[in-house]
């Protein structure tokens, strides 16, 4: 069965500083991956999205992500961070036709000024 | 962009009453939507699939007799939450899949929040 794992509860940077999220996934066939970010009272909204082709992906507001299958890893990563990117991020790993979305426990982002 | 809705955004209910959630996408349709249940620093878990004018398809250990999903329309689908009880409470999170759209596309609502005294 399909599993996500994001290791960092709660994570805190500096205004300006770089961020990378991880996210480790188990599935059994190829996976198409996904990041959403939700943030206080909207729905989530998806940042960038992996399904074959190039392992670096480029999402909105500046994110990126790399797929590594040797490592099952799907990190996330902004090179310059906004106090506007705090917010609950979430990785999810699912199959053609995401009717077996699996979601990770989330990833916290504070952004200290 | 779609943007799909939930109302009540919140709701308070007594025990052993019922409410229903609303999920409506509004500015394209839906042949399929999903509910999600999150609870406090968890993640997403998908309780159902409902593909408009058939049964809803529920996800292992989810009651379909508690959880109640109507997906009548291309652009509505309701979840109704039977004689709710306290451990109901939760965070309850709608997603709508375009017709016509690829398949992995998901446009998820903002959620409503249920408590249950």
């Known amino acids: 069965a399909q599993s996500v794992t994001q290791p960092d509860i709660h994570i805190t940077v500096s205004e300006g500083a770089s961020l990378e999220l991880r996210c480790n996934y188990s599935?059994?066939?190829?996976?198409?991956l996904f990041w959403y970010v939700q943030s206080p009272g909207q729905g989530l909204q998806l940042l960038l999205k992996y399904f074959s082709g190039d392992t670096l992906v480029q999402g909105i507001k500046g994110f990126e992500a790399e797929f590594k299958r040797s490592q099952s890893s799907f990190n996330l990563r902004k090179p310059s961070v906004h106090w506007s990117d705090a917010a609950e991020y979430f990785c999810?790993?699912?199959?053609?036709?995401?009717?077996?979305?699996?979601f990770g426990a989330g990833t916290r982002l504070t952004v200290k000024p | 962009g779609a943007v799909v809705s939930q109302h009540p955004s919140w709701v308070i209910c007594k025990s052993g009453t019922s409410v229903k959630i609303e999920c409506r996408s509004l500015?394209?349709?839906?042949?399929?939507m999903f509910w999600y249940r999150q609870f406090p620093k968890q993640s997403l878990m998908l309780m159902a699939t409902s593909n408009e004018g058939s049964k809803a398809t529920y996800e292992q250990g989810v009651e379909k007799d508690k959880f109640l999903i109507n997906h009548a329309s291309l652009t509505l689908s309701t979840l109704t939450v039977t004689s709710a009880h306290p451990e109901d409470s939760s965070f309850y999170i709608c997603?709508?899949?375009?017709?016509?759209?690829?398949?992995?596309?998901?446009?998820f609502g903002p959620g409503t929040r249920l408590l249950v005294l």
């Open positions: 599935y059994g066939a190829t996976p198409y």
């Open positions: 997603s709508a899949r375009p017709a016509g759209g690829p398949l992995e596309t998901q446009y």
């Open positions: 500015d394209f349709q839906a042949t399929t």
């Open positions: 999810a790993v699912g199959g053609v036709n995401n009717n077996d979305m699996r």
